[in-house]
């Protein structure tokens, strides 16, 4: 079984008057490029991590994320990595296959000054992770927040998708999986070492790899 999840705790939240995310105010929230704007079409198939969630997140990772490759498998807006570049990563690869969304995240990297340590992948991530990813030696953090739909529709490419990496990854890797409630992290490799946040709707599993 996995770890005990635990309901996570955030100061910082972004909801409209209807209680819902705010798209237009999509930032960056830490580090060197903390409270830059991103570009977001709101384009609801992108689905970015909210603003306290994140926060939350890279609370959990400190100062883990500096130095790692951090790697978004669906990108979207590519909050998750350039939020971990302004944190100390790196470098940062994008896969993003909707070509239109790839090109505002080469924007966003451009307009904060991290382009060349950007590498955007226009891609399935599927096949992508299916060819073998080269990475290089660095340790990885590897974000992972797909639609929620696909651990449903997708459910054994999900999991398989995951595995995968996490025998690929270099040692001190860092994976940080976000699904829904219905998902359950005990289908994951090293399922009591998951460590687990709820953030309803979603759900945060951190993964850390040893030496």
């Known amino acids: 079984m996995t770890g005990k999840r635990k309901r996570g705790k955030s ?9 819902r995310h705010t798209p237009a105010r999509l930032r960056i929230i830490g580090g ?4 830059r704007k991103l570009l977001y079409s709101g384009d609801e198939r992108t689905r970015p991590m909210k603003d306290r969630v994140r926060e939350a997140v890279f609370n959990l990772l400190g100062d883990d994320v500096v ?5 978004d498998l669906f990108a979207g807006t590519g909050a998750l990595a350039l939020e971990a570049l302004s944190r100390g990563a790196a470098h940062a690869t994008l896969i993003e296959k909707h070509f239109p969304t790839a090109d505002v995240i080469r924007q966003n990297a451009e307009q904060l000054g991290v382009a060349e340590r950007c590498q955007i992948e226009p891609a399935d991530t599927f096949i992508w992770v299916r060819r073998g990813p080269q990475l290089g030696p ?4 590897v974000f ?3 639609p929620f739909a696909f651990y449903s529709e997708r459910r054994a490419e999900m999991i398989e998708l995951v595995g995968s990496l996490m025998r690929q990854s270099p040692a001190e890797s860092l994976f940080v999986v976000e699904a829904d409630l219905g998902f359950d992290f005990a289908e994951l490799p090293h399922a009591a070492a998951w460590e687990i946040r709820e953030y309803p709707p979603a759900v945060i599993g951190i993964y850390r790899r040893g030496a």
């Not at 130095?67 to 790697?71: E, N, S, Y």
């Open 11 to 19: 100061s910082t939240r972004e909801p409209d008057d209807a209680g």
């Open 138 to 141: 660095a340790a990885w953090l």
């Open 67 to 71: 130095g790692k490759h951090a790697v």
């Open 32 to 35: 060197s490029l903390g409270g």
């Open 144 to 146: 992972c927040s797909p």
